[in-house]
């Protein structure tokens, strides 16, 4: 027996350097006569190395596989010998595991452990005597590459060609994800990181891969998680928000109760979904951070519109958002770090984006703030259309003194305390808008009493005009002496007494709303204060 390989190896050989001959004098009359006599050597040779590699392949004698492989290698017919594994060996054993019927009952985890078990032993003859190292003389022979992986793509794109499609996102996930672990199972079979890195460069392998349409894939869960979350901007402030919130989330995901506003719950429901485990996919990484960004930039773009939507706006609502917005800012950072831990690499730029990204919500704030301080500051100027009331209430009345201010200052801060006060923003955030209204309101408040004091100034100052031509008309002889007792308080001065109560209530009651006392607030009392005290001097 051992005579009889030799014999076989020596005619391979022959054979081979017979071919070489050929090959240079293709021409010559001789070699054209007798290539009938070499093609039947040929038949005979490739006939007799079929029958004793398929015989040594099934007996699993590596000493008959190895001669076998030798002479493959001395012919220079490597490819026919990996094709005729996989025909003889690879084919008949996976088909019986790739099946329609497998898939739709057992699932495709199922058929990859079935197929892979089986092949640990099928190629283990082969893949161990084609190890790839300068030592080994059986070169050239790639098993895994060309022969056992086409099959299987073969089969698979054949008999389960379902397995590909997008349609249903969750099923074409777990398919997708099943068959990256088979692939790294695979490549552990190979054994050798160059028939790794063969195996992942040969046609079939690209052509099995692109059979998985992850565009279509990223499109369906971009529709199911960037439309949830319009659906709950556009219904942001109704009773649909809650409803709609809990239709486009699962279950598993319980609401944060540090929110004010289910939208913005939604937005962190919203990116954890987009790196849940079931969804995110490592080949489409790049999309998913993209589609994370967005959803945070649309949710900041949506706060800065607010303003445009004043007509159905509740300030109580407005307030709510902003408050909801700086809780974001402080936890969106920490719960994305934790979302792309184990499924980005460790990389400073794109830290730095998803900051950058969470920074910009507090960027539509001002906008905000700008929009609900001047909202409230015209409601509470409102009140200020009293002020020019009060000169009338003391004109030709014979009202006595006032002693204490008008009903309207106590309703002047009352927007305040309802929409600002009262609202959900943090106490630093409730004095800052807080003294804003205030200061804006002091201002107004003071440019009306101005105005009132400059019209009693002209009042007064055209009838002491009038007292001096009257004066005039009058003897030299008449004494003064007698008149120079005390005089109550004109109407003017009655009105400057009010003005000053009012401002002193206002200011006390800014005060007790936690205000400190501002530029505006000491611009109205000087106002008032000086005008009383030059009362004082004149009474």
Not at 63 to 80: E, M, W
Not at 434 to 442: D, I, K, Q, T, Y
Request: with cysteine.
């Amino acid at each position: 027996m051992f005579c009889a390989r030799n014999l076989f190896e020596r005619v391979a050989r022959e054979y081979s350097q017979l071919q070489f001959y050929v090959g240079k004098y293709e021409d010559s009359p001789f070699i054209k006569n007798i290539s009938p006599r070499i093609k039947k050597i040929s038949e005979y040779l490739e006939g007799g190395l079929y029958s004793s590699f398929n015989r040594g392949l099934l007996e699993k004698n590596k000493n008959s596989i190895a001669q076998c492989l030798r002479v493959f290698s001395t012919l220079g017919a490597t490819d026919k010998s990996e094709q005729l594994f996989a025909e003889t060996i690879i084919s008949p054993l996976i088909d019986k595991f790739i099946t329609r019927e497998n898939y739709q009952r057992e699932g495709l985890a199922w058929i990859y452990i079935s197929i892979l078990e089986a092949l640990k032993d099928a190629t283990e003859s082969v893949l161990s005597l084609t190890i790839p190292s300068t030592e080994n003389e059986l070169k050239g022979f790639d098993f895994c590459s060309n022969a056992v992986f086409p099959a299987i793509v073969s089969k698979i794109c054949t008999k389960i060609p379902s397995m590909f499609g997008a349609g249903d996102a969750k099923q074409f996930h777990k398919n997708y994800t099943e068959t990256l672990k088979f692939l790294e199972r695979f490549e552990q079979l190979c054994g050798y990181e160059e028939r790794v890195v063969k195996l992942r460069r040969h046609p079939s392998y690209k052509t099995f891969m692109s059979k998985f349409s992850l565009p279509i894939y990223f499109q369906i869960r971009l529709q199911e998680i960037a439309g949830s979350f319009e659906y709950q901007l556009l219904t942001a402030f109704t009773t649909e928000s809650t409803a709609s919130l809990e239709g486009h989330v699962t279950d598993a995901q319980s609401r944060d109760q540090a929110f004010f506003l289910p939208v913005s719950q939604m937005l962190v429901l919203c990116l954890k979904r987009v790196w849940a485990d079931d969804v995110f996919l490592k080949s489409l990484a790049h999309k998913f951070l993209k589609l994370s960004l967005q959803l945070i930039k649309r949710y900041s773009v949506w706060l800065a519109s607010l303003p445009e939507e004043s007509s159905e706006l509740v300030l109580s609502d407005v307030c709510r958002a902003v408050a909801d917005t700086v809780h974001l800012s402080h936890q969106l950072p920490d719960l994305m770090a934790d979302l792309i831990r184990d499924k980005l690499p460790s990389d400073p730029a794109i830290s730095a984006s998803i900051q950058k990204s969470c920074t910009t919500l507090l960027g539509s704030i001002p906008v905000i703030k700008g929009y609900v301080e001047k909202t409230v500051l015209e409601e509470c100027c409102k009140q200020l259309e009293h002020v020019q009331s009060v000169p009338r209430l003391y004109r030709r009345t014979n009202k006595p003194v006032p002693t204490e201010a008008l009903p309207y200052v106590a309703q002047l801060t009352a927007p305040l305390s309802t929409h600002i006060q009262e609202s959900d923003l943090t106490t630093p955030e409730k004095s800052e808008w807080c003294a804003l209204v205030a200061n804006g309101l002091a201002s107004r408040y003071h440019d009306a009493i101005a105005e009132i004091l400059l019209s009693l100034k002209k009042t007064e100052d055209s009838l002491a005009m009038l007292k001096r031509g009257r004066r005039s008309n009058t003897t030299s002889g008449s004494g003064s002496g007698a008149n120079a007792s005390a005089k109550p308080l004109s109407d003017e001065d009655k009105t400057r007494t009010q003005l000053h109560l009012d401002v002193q209530a206002f200011i006390v009651v800014v005060k007790g709303l936690g205000i400190s006392e501002s530029e505006e607030l000491s611009r109205l009392k000087d106002l008032v204060g000086t005008n009383k005290k030059s009362q004082i001097a004149v009474t």
